[in-house]
């Protein structure tokens, strides 16, 4: 099988910390600096409300590159025990720990200024690559998708604890 290499077309910038980003519900701020000979490709992006980051996780290890089963640990976040979260499969989950640290992100556009594209709702570390942005269009946007009933479960739970959660 081929290998393939991707190089960064830009890099996430925030104040955060780490810990900051993790323990966020609704992202940091921060901004995307996009290398000089890519900027023309950010053209138009004013016009969109939020756009999509794919990004390379360069913090994650080469022991957790071998993690293949995971607990959501973002449920945590919402008052969800450790212990009512069952263990799936890590491509079923937003976790860092994965074969192929890749994450994808969808964040709200605040402005651009040249190469930089400043957002809100930043779950990526400060430094972290962008491989590749993409605008979120409706057709992106799927209504009532399927999910396992224990994850319909911990929702509920969310909701009564919190209300109605908004994901973006």
Known sequence: MDEVKLKPIGYVYTDASD???KN????VDGYIEVLPEYAEGLDGIEGFSHIILISYLHKTTKEQRRVLKVKPRRLLRFGIRIDDIPYVGVFL??????PNPIGLSIVE?????GNR???RGLDLFNGTPILDIKAYTPDRCIENPRVPGWMKKLEERIREK??????I
């Open 162 to 167: 919190f209300g109605e959660i908004k994901y």
């Open 93 to 98: 989950s937003d976790s860092p720990h994965r």
């Open 24 to 27: 966020s519900y609704m992202g």
């Open 117 to 119: 594209v400043y957002v």
């Open 19 to 21: 810990e900051e980003v």
């Open 109 to 113: 556009v605040v402005e651009r200024k």
